[in-house]
């Protein structure tokens, strides 16, 4: 089960990127009161998880619904991570993401960023939701499933870490080491998505 722990944490944290998501939040909160910025953050994470732990407990009943098949979902999961991976690498992601913040930074008001953009999609975006899924839907047992829940509470609690130490955080690490750490996680998300695309054709082929 440690196995599976540390693999459930690693995927969700290549793909969450706590550390991708501080200097962002730190560029959005920059003209607000410490206190203020410290809310949001614990806002942020909250309705993040929740998003994301709903989806891992009742996304496969979702997929029943709409009928499709947990092994086209696998494959399309994996093809959509091996997407973010790409952007990680060429540091594609890290654009989009400061666009959206400089967007949201020059609108006539600056609003509560914690639900838009930073929960949603920063956080508890389509890769992370397609990843808990994914994680679930091979969890067998609910010790599995409790191992891999713990792996996404963990995962959030250094998510609202990083946002509550964005500004040290981006002091100490700087933009040339954030840039070499993205590269390299990049490269590990296209592993495993490639693996998960593996898995699901593999299974359609048995079958």
Request: proline letters at 4%.
């Amino acid at each position: 089960m440690i196995d599976l722990f540390v693999s459930a944490f690693v995927t969700l944290f290549v793909v969450i990127d706590p550390p991708g998501c501080a200097p962002i939040f730190a560029g959005l909160t920059s003209s607000a009161p410490l206190p203020a910025a410290r809310r949001m953050a614990i806002r942020a994470c909250i309705i993040a998880a929740l998003i994301l732990f709903v989806f891992a407990l009742f996304g496969e009943n979702l997929l029943g619904a709409l009928h499709i098949e947990l092994n086209s979902f696998r494959i399309a999961g994996g093809i959509m991570l091996f997407l973010i991976a790409i952007d990680m690498v060429f540091e594609k992601r890290t654009e989009r993401r400061e666009k959206r913040a400089e967007e949201i930074l020059t609108a006539e008001e600056v609003d509560d960023v914690s639900v838009f953009p930073l929960a949603i999609p920063m956080i508890a975006g389509p890769g992370s939701i397609a990843t808990i899924m994914l994680l679930m839907a091979r969890a067998e047992g609910t010790e599995a499933t409790l191992v891999i829940l713990a792996a996404l509470a963990a995962v959030m609690v250094l998510c609202l870490l990083a946002l509550l130490a964005a500004g040290p955080l981006m002091r100490l690490v700087g933009a040339k080491a954030e840039a070499v750490v993205t590269r390299l996680l990049g490269v590990l998300l296209a592993a495993l998505a490639a693996q998960y695309v593996i898995d699901g054709l593999r299974a359609v082929m048995a079958g």
